[in-house]
């Protein structure tokens, strides 16, 4: 397998779901081993932040990353559809503080970089391939990844609502075609009590019924319904593989989340990053920027 980008250079406008504002994101073909970057490109000297556990700077409500002062938010969406549809470089120039939220999916990024076409490059693609099991608790959540030949989840959630109660997926192998059949068309969803908090406390201003999947305490209430009736545990699907994205490169493992979400996901990376006697690197270059956060220093003597 090569490393891959896009084709061709390809943006789109929406509007991000904390300011309410106006964005334009646009995607840019990149480099064999510069992994993914985001830009800061309304800064009068915009910022470079890696897509990698080193950069978050928050995830509450959605995964923040940041360089200085220079932030972007609701990076998850997007990462989720890059990593899935197997592009390991690209350059994301955005013109302030938020992804757009588009329809609160992936889909509407599945069908940029599609338009935009992926570009094999020539050069091996990496691959940290887990051999011994590593688990992190928290109360009754918890996440936990084991060996596999691919990546893999399983998800269940439990809201103790009439639309969601208990809903699980088990064994989803993650690839483009998965996807964008089972799990990018999954959309953000919310509860109108949180949703008119949010709004009282200035955030939340671009969320609607036509980009979030809202509840009163009875039901949804947007027009026309649900995607799937287990909407919600693809939605959690969607933003792991986002957040997972984050270790910088593509992962064998099968991930196993019990009421997770970002905070959680994050501490998978992190047991993952904390634990080089339980993965191996295979492929290609360490020796790249995508990388340079990884403890590929330490000899990975799995003695599984
Ligand atoms: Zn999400």
């Given amino acids: 397998m090569s490393q891959r980008t896009i084709a061709e250079k390809i943006s789109c406008t929406g509007i991000g779901l904390h300011t309410g504002a106006p ?3 646009t995607l840019h073909p990149a480099r064999v081993g510069s992994g993914i970057v985001f830009v800061r490109s309304d800064l009068a000297h915009p910022v470079e932040i890696p897509a990698r556990r080193d950069s978050v700077t928050s995830t509450v409500m959605a995964t923040t ?31 302030g503080p938020e992804i757009p939220v588009m329809d609160g999916s992936a889909a509407s990024f599945v069908f940029l970089i599609r338009s ?38 399983t998800y269940s959630v439990d809201f103790a609502h009439p639309a969601i109660g208990r809903q699980s997926l088990s064994d989803v192998e993650v690839n483009g075609d998965t996807f964008e059949r089972e799990i990018g068309r999954a959309r953000t969803f919310g509860f109108l009590r949180e949703v ?6 200035g955030l939340g201003r671009g969320g609607n019924l036509d980009n979030t999947v809202i509840m009163d305490d009875h039901r949804v209430l947007n ?11 693809r939605h ?27 905070a959680l996901h994050q501490a998978l990376v992190e047991k993952i990053l904390a634990n080089p006697h339980a993965w191996v690197l295979e492929g290609g270059d360490a020796d790249t920027a995508a990388l340079e956060h990884l403890p590929v220093g330490a000899p990975a003597q799995a003695s599984a």
């Fill in 196 to 201: 008119e908090t949010l709004w009282r406390n």
């Fill in 116 to 153: 935009a076409g992926l570009f094999d490059q020539n050069a091996p693609r990496r691959l940290l391939r887990i051999r011994e099991t590593l688990e992190v608790r928290d109360g009754d959540r918890a996440i936990r990844i084991e060996a596999a030949r691919s990546l893999r989840v």
């Fill in 236 to 262: 959690k699907i969607l933003d792991l593989i986002g957040d997972i994205s984050l270790l910088g490169v593509p992962l064998a493992g099968h991930i196993t989340a019990v009421r997770g979400g970002h």
């Fill in 65 to 95: 990353l940041g360089r200085g002062d220079a932030t972007v938010s609701t990076v998850e969406h997007l990462l989720s559809a890059l990593y899935s549809l197997g592009v390991d470089n690209a350059r994301i120039e955005v013109d």
């Fill in 223 to 233: 027009d026309d319904g649900l995607r799937w009736s287990d909407e919600f545990v």
């Fill in 23 to 25: 964005v334009q994101l």
